[in-house]
């Protein structure tokens, strides 16, 4: 530690005695180099938060001519090498296989680590922003900025997360260097920073090594810093760099850990919503987006389902066109999702699966327009299967699926007169039902009433008036007043 300590003191000696000129000044190159060099070597925690805290002195009580004055190639190499050295202070340990994540002790030095080097990187940033800003002379926003920034921008997003090796003060350390960093380069957010291919591109430099299939689950933090990167990037800056985005997202989604999966599809469908169509489907990536995230309708997590079926619908008109929208006969992708939906539906039990396969469907028959038709038995069996039970408290699964009849009803309207028999029978044991359960919320009561009465004038349309007649033979002991009301108001409609 001798040498860095005496070119150390000798500087900022020289900094505080602006009257004495004569006084040498040393290299900054062979400075920070030897600084790199002892912070790699350092033996014990108090020597390394020692030469952590000479760091920032430096850089807080430099002359910036002075600190940035090298040779391009030679001071851009030098300050990377010294940031990957104060950020390997607060490096997270590596799980050794692939299996078990590290406890919560393996963590416990890390967040003071992070405070101390979050505070010397953001003074490097305050004084490299500040000096480029007021017009210093040297490599500009196309040199020393943006090669150290891809390191600083991926350590700050490391320690923003909220995980077992951050605490508060860790966090608002991290959040802070973030928020230097964006003023340095003068920009509005991090997804203006990553906009620009140098940064975007340095990033993924230094996180592709690590997001290979054979590594990715070393580090904890790898697989949320990616996810946090890609999620800020939007179109058109996300195409370029789609070759590099694409593999570590479809490595994700195809883990069988639930929240390794979630935040692959996550990963897909924003690379989907924010990719022109036409870059898609090259090199045949839509087909392959389309098969690694149609095999993962035949789990049984909610949070993935939900995900999935999100995303393929968007992926769905990459590769082809609307069903409602085309005068294709033939069955199509949308037809294969929608006839497994419909097979999982009919025999689902679990709750939080079957709101969010009715909350899908909605979509998905509203996408499929007249050609809904291939598959009416089975959505019939659906509506009327999730008509007959109770979802409290908000009776999501049965509004949904009231709203899929009326799709349906207005799509398919001349095939509902010959099912108008068990549709109308059920919606009626609905309303009997609904307007004598007590639990239920009356808002939600009336929703329920209001959408099957809906339905029950869309079929009566759709049968060329012949609910009159069936509703006629309702007898008024049968149901509530409130009930009866509702019918009425059918039978006025109808005789209008």
């Not at 400075?31 to 952590?52: D, F, G, P, R, V």
């Not at 430096?58 to 030679?74: G, I, M, Q, Y």
């Not at 620009?196 to 592709?208: A, P, T």
Request: with cysteine; proline share 4%; net charge neutral.
């Amino acid at each position: 530690m001798e040498l860095s300590s005496s070119l150390l003191d000798l500087h900022l000696s020289s900094s505080s005695e602006r009257s004495c000129p004569s006084v040498p000044l040393p290299p900054i190159a062979e400075l920070l180099s030897q600084l790199q060099k002892e912070l790699i070597t350092s033996s014990s925690i108090s020597e390394t938060n020692a030469l952590i805290g000479r760091v920032e002195l430096l850089f807080r009580t430099a002359d910036p001519n002075w600190l940035f004055s090298s040779a391009k190639a030679e001071l851009q190499e030098t300050y990377q090498s010294l940031i990957s050295a104060l950020i390997g202070c607060a490096a997270l340990p590596l799980c050794q296989d692939d299996c078990n994540s590290l406890p919560a002790t393996a963590y416990q030095s890390i967040p003071s680590r992070a405070v101390l080097v979050c505070s010397a990187l953001r003074v490097l940033m305050g004084t490299l922003g500040h000096w480029e800003g007021s017009g210093g002379p040297g490599l500009g926003h196309t040199g020393l900025l943006l090669t150290v920034v891809p390191s600083v921008c991926i350590f700050a997003v490391t320690h923003l997360q909220d995980e077992l090796w951050t605490n508060a003060s860790s966090r608002a350390a991290a959040q802070s260097l973030q928020v230097e960093l964006l003023r340095a380069g003068g920009w509005r957010d991090t997804s203006h920073l990553l906009m620009g291919d140098e940064v975007l591109g340095g990033v993924l430099d230094i996180l592709q090594p690590q997001l290979t299939k054979a590594s990715w689950q070393r580090c904890e933090a790898v697989k949320l810093v990616f996810v946090w990167i890609l999620l800020q990037v939007t179109r058109p800056s996300l195409s370029p760099h789609l070759p590099r985005l694409l593999p570590p997202s479809l490595i994700l989604s195809d883990h069988f850990r639930p929240e390794n999966c979630i935040l692959g599809v996550r990963c897909l469908h924003h690379i989907v919503l924010n990719t022109a169509a036409a870059d898609l489907r090259q090199f045949n990536r839509a087909e392959v987006l389309y098969h690694a995230l149609f095999k993962h309708l035949y789990t049984a997590e909610a949070a993935v389902i939900q995900l999935v079926l999100s995303c393929l619908l968007d992926l769905l008109l990459v590769l082809e066109k609307a069903p409602s929208s085309s005068t294709r006969l033939k069955p199509c992708r949308h037809d294969d999702v929608l006839h497994l939906v419909l097979t999982h539906m009919e025999v689902e039990q679990k709750v939080a699966l079957r709101r969010v396969y009715a909350s899908a469907l909605t979509r998905y028959v509203s996408r499929m327009g007249v050609a809904v038709c291939r598959h009416l038995r089975r959505v019939e069996r659906v509506v009327l299967g999730y008509l007959e039970v109770r979802d409290p408290p908000e009776e999501m699964c049965r509004l949904k699926m009231l709203e899929v009849l009326q799709q349906t009803t207005r799509a398919a309207w001349p095939r509902m007169e010959c099912r108008l028999g068990a549709l109308l029978c059920c919606l009626m044991k609905m309303l009997v039902d609904v307007s004598s359960d007590s639990e239920l919320n009356a808002s939600v009561r009336h929703k329920l009433i209001d959408e099957a009465v809906l339905c029950i004038k869309l079929l009566d349309v759709a049968s060329h008036r012949k609910i009159q007649s069936l509703l006629r033979q309702v007898e008024s002991g049968c149901c509530s007043s409130e009930v009866l009301g509702c019918l009425a108001t059918v039978s006025v409609a109808t005789e209008r």
